[in-house]
Each structure stands twice: as C-alpha cells, then as structure tokens.
C-alpha cells in the first residue's frame, strides 16, 4: 500500500500567484481531508470529503481557498491568488468512514512558501 | 466549539524517567487520537481511543482515556532517545465522519 500521496513535496512561488496542491488518498478510503500546519495556528482542518462529496469546508480561511475532489482517487486543494500568510505545510489525509477506529492517515505534506 | 488542550507544551528530560502528557478536551467526543510527529514529517497514529477506560500501550508509551473528566493521557516509561519528537491529541468532532480538532502538540526531548 502506497499510502497517501502528495505532491509537490515542496512548492515556493510568488504573491499572488495560483498555487494547487494534490492528494491522491489510499485506495479504499472514502473520507479525505485537508489540514494545514503552521507554528502559530498549529494543525487546522479545512475541508472534507466524504465520497467525494464537500462535507464541512468552514475551516476554508478565505474564498482564496478552493478544494475539490472529482473522483475517488484524486482531489486538489487551490490557493489563488496566494499570499505570504498562506505559507503552511499542507496535508492530506483519508479514511475508510466504516472502519471501527474511523482512523486517519496522512500524506507526507506539501510544504508551501509564498514570497 | 471543540477545543483541545495539552500540557505541557514543551517537555525536556532525561533518558530512564517516566513522564505523562495531558490532553483535555471542552466537549463530548467518541474518540480520541494520539499522533506522533518527527521533525519536517507525517503524522503518524500511535493509538485510537473509543471508549470510558480505555488503555492501549506500545512499547515504552501507554494512553488510557476517560471520558467523562474529557482528559486522555500519554505515559512514557523509561524514556529513550528514540522517542525525542513532538505528540498531539486529536479528537474527533462527533459522528462517524468528521474531521479532527487537534492539541497544539507537546514537544518531548529527551537527553542521553
């Protein structure tokens, strides 16, 4: 099992730039969240999907902020335009809903600097 | 609205002791998470508790949870260097879906 892929592992662009993220969650898993990790906020969640569908995106901090999942291996997270505050690490991470423990897992992050 | 808090926020100590984290959540919850986090890392799952008295362990760390006190604890017994990273508490918003609210994290050094 390949877990939850992420990509770019690292991404540094400019202000007001459009920036999109990539999860690809573990095959199976019909929940997918976002989260974002900064040393002032700590970990944050911003939206989630449950069979692709957005369940609860009131973590979302500005329309800045789009997510979408089109299918059940894919979802995009999109900044546009970004902004220095956005500089966080980003993860995914999925879950089978039914499972006893509703367990999460967690991609490696993508590590974003706006500048 | 949910809120999870942990104590400490910072840990140092030295390899051999034993030590507890606390984690204290505002409301009812039917779940609760430890993680683990190495530096520039994931997240990885240490232990799920579901239920009033519930106590897992691994190795040198042990959770237990009680629910009704909103209050989760990590033990570390005879600490190891290995062990040196930082830990969170999640708990689950309710329901079988939701996301995670998470503690700050505690960040465990421990010296040789």
């Known amino acids: 099992d390949a877990g939850v892929i992420q990509s770019p592992r690292h991404e540094v662009t400019e202000m007001g730039q459009e920036v999109t993220l990539r999860c690809k969650p573990i095959s199976g898993h019909n929940s997918l969240f976002w989260y974002r990790q900064t040393m002032m906020r700590g970990l944050e969640l911003l939206i989630y999907?449950?069979?692709?569908?957005?369940?609860?995106d009131s973590g979302m901090p500005e329309d800045r902020f789009s997510a979408k999942m089109p299918n059940a291996s894919f979802s995009t997270l999109k900044i546009q335009p970004s902004e220095p505050r956005d500089s966080a690490v980003y993860f995914c991470a999925s879950r089978f809903q039914f499972s006893s423990y509703n367990e999460q897992f967690f991609g490696p992050g993508t590590r974003l600097t706006v500048l | 609205e949910l809120k999870v808090e942990q104590n400490p926020l910072f840990l140092s100590m030295q390899e051999g002791k034993n030590y507890t984290i606390y984690c204290n959540y505002s409301?009812?919850?039917?779940?609760l998470y430890w993680y683990r986090q190495d530096p520039g890392k994931s997240l990885e799952s240490l232990f799920v508790?579901?239920?009033?008295?519930a106590v897992k362990q691994e190795g040198r760390l042990m959770a237990s949870l009680d629910t009704k006190a909103r209050l989760s604890t990590l033990h570390i017994t005879a600490a190891v260097h290995d062990l040196s990273a930082t830990y969170f508490c999640?708990?689950?918003?309710?329901?079988?879906?939701?996301?995670?609210?998470f503690g700050k994290g505690t960040h465990l050094i421990i010296q040789p």
């Open positions: 508790l579901l239920s009033n008295g």
């Open positions: 999640a708990v689950g918003r309710g329901g079988g879906a939701d996301g995670l609210t």
């Open positions: 999907f449950n069979n692709n569908v957005p369940i609860d």
């Open positions: 409301t009812t919850s039917d779940r």
